[in-house]
């Protein structure tokens, strides 16, 4: 069965400060991936998406990156944070033949 | 891009009664229509869905329905019960590309007791 793991749980960081969040997915060969944002009480605001390994696509400009160094391993990052950037990081994956997304449980950022 | 409104931002119903929410999408080439239910603090978690082809799906309590031509599409949980309190989200995407899911911005469901 597949897995979706994300790391950290949560992280309190302060303004200006380096981010870098991890995801990574198990059983599945070559899903797509993406990362999503949520704001407290907000709805989802997709980030980025990757297709394949090395690859990856900017949906929204949010001083923020991402890589995907393996098939299985989403990273978002960034490297001074704003207070804008608190919220829920949801990473998740869908087959690339199919739109059905699975959430990974996500991260809590507090910047402060 | 696409754009998905979802009416009511926030639904107090008794428990046992129905609670129905509504979703519109501008883009005439979405073809599928998931709905999230997310629990305070956890992930958002499929429920149901439905694709273009189907103008009707049941799971058990949950119906969804589909109206294209009026780009319409709504969630309708039929004997609500205390556990259905949570955030839904209705979204909305074309197969293929990145499959970008567009959100709707979310109601608050609360079934009381």
Sequence with gaps: AQTIHQWPV?????????LSLGCTIKGKSSPNLYWYWQATGGTLQQLFYSITVGQVESVVQLNLSASRPKDDQFILSTEKLLLSHSGFYLCAWSLA?????YFGAGTRLSVL | GEQVEQLPSILRVQEGSSASINCSYEDSASNYFP???????????LIIDIRSNMERKQIQELI?????????FSLHITDTQPGDSAMYFC???????????TFGQGTVLSVIP
């Design chain 2, 35 to 45: 709905w999230y239910k997310q629990e305070p603090g956890e992930n958002p978690k």
């Design chain 2, 64 to 72: 969804v329905l589909l109206d294209k031509k009026a780009k319409r």
């Design chain 1, 10 to 18: 949560a992280e309190i960081k302060a303004v200006g400060s380096p």
């Design chain 2, 91 to 101: 979204a909305a995407s074309v197969t293929g590309g990145n499959n970008k899911l």
């Design chain 1, 97 to 101: 033949s199919q739109n059905t997304l």
